[in-house]
């Protein structure tokens, strides 16, 4: 799976709690998706300024899972502190691709990884609908690449 990123990666710290983990005392794989999906949420509202409650809630705005390709690679067990990043490996019209990953802070060890395509739907129609442009321009800002890409496809 590639990792490749085009711009900054959005990160934040994690505990490993009790609820993450299965009697085996290691995380318990489809917690790896919740934390994933908490850290989403995190990036719309802090990272892009967008606001995920208003952009769900209010705006009607839904951001589905329509591909997902994850990679274990090392455990995680209750009491590790570890580190969740997103970066955006991809911005379509109605898409947009993530890399997301879990790692150890000190080491770099990497726990996981996913690859997650998410395409922006309105939630009333439930149809594909363009990336809107407050979250595009956010998005941008935060990968020249991306945005030299973008930039280079309308000249």
Not at 34 to 63: C, F, K, P, Q, T
Not at 74 to 90: H, K
Not at 100 to 114: A, D, H, N
């Amino acid at each position: 799976m590639s990792g490749e990123s085009n711009g900054v990666e959005f990160q934040r710290p994690r505990l490993i709690r009790f609820s993450d983990c299965d009697p085996a005392g290691i995380v318990f794989y489809p917690q790896y998706f919740v934390m994933l999906n908490g850290l989403v949420e995190d990036w719309v509202s802090d990272g892009l300024g967008v606001g995920y409650h208003a952009l769900i809630g209010e705006r009607r705005v839904g951001l589905p899972t329509v591909k997902l390709d994850a990679d274990f690679r090392a455990v995680s067990r209750m009491g590790d502190r570890v580190t969740l990043g997103l970066s955006v490996a991809q911005l379509g019209s109605r898409s947009i691709t993530l890399s997301l990953r879990c790692f150890e802070p000190t080491s770099g060890e990497l726990r996981m990884q996913v690859r997650q395509v998410l395409v922006t739907t309105s939630l009333d129609t439930h149809r594909a609908i363009a990336v809107p442009d407050d979250m595009r321009a956010a998005i941008l800002r935060d990968a020249p690449a991306l945005a030299a890409a973008e930039a280079a496809g309308k000249a």
